[in-house]
C-alpha cells in the first residue's frame, strides 16, 4: 500500500458506468478509445482534469481527496478487461428512453450540486 492509501492487487478488477460520472475526465477521455487488453498510462500535471467527477464512493479508487492533495503529478496506470456499449438513445423503445434520460438527469443534478 502506498502513502495515499491506495492498494491495487494484481488480477482484481472493477466495473464502471462512464455515464455515472464517477471517473475522472482523463481517465474517462482515454478509456472511450483505449482497446481491450490493452495498458494506459495517464501522467497528469495539473488535478483540473481529475477532480470534475462524483465521488467514488463504491470502490475508492478515484477519490477526490488524493487528488486534491497531489503535489508534483500523478500517473494513472489501467487496463480495460471488457466494454460494454449501451444501446444509443434513439433506438431505445419510449419507455427504455424515457428511464435512461431520468437516470441521466438524476446524475445531472448531483453533478450540479457538487
Request: net charge negative; proline share 3%.
Amino acid at each position: 500500500m502506498d502513502e495515499a492509501g491506495i492498494e491495487i492487487i494484481a488480477g482484481d478488477s472493477v466495473t464502471y458506468d462512464l455515464e455515472e460520472y464517477m471517473v475522472p475526465a482523463a481517465v474517462r477521455k482515454v478509456l472511450k478509445i483505449q482497446k481491450p487488453f490493452e495498458i494506459i498510462h495517464i501522467k497528469c500535471l495539473k488535478n483540473e482534469m481529475l477532480l470534475d467527477h462524483l465521488e467514488d464512493e463504491e470502490h475508492g479508487l478515484f477519490k477526490k481527496s488524493y487528488f486534491e492533495s497531489m503535489q508534483e503529478f500523478v500517473i494513472i496506470t489501467m487496463q480495460l478487461l471488457q466494454i460494454d456499449q449501451k444501446e444509443y438513445m434513439f433506438k431505445l423503445p419510449a419507455v427504455e428512453r424515457v428511464e435512461r434520460v431520468l437516470f441521466l438527469k438524476e446524475v445531472s443534478t448531483k453533478l450540479f450540486k457538487d
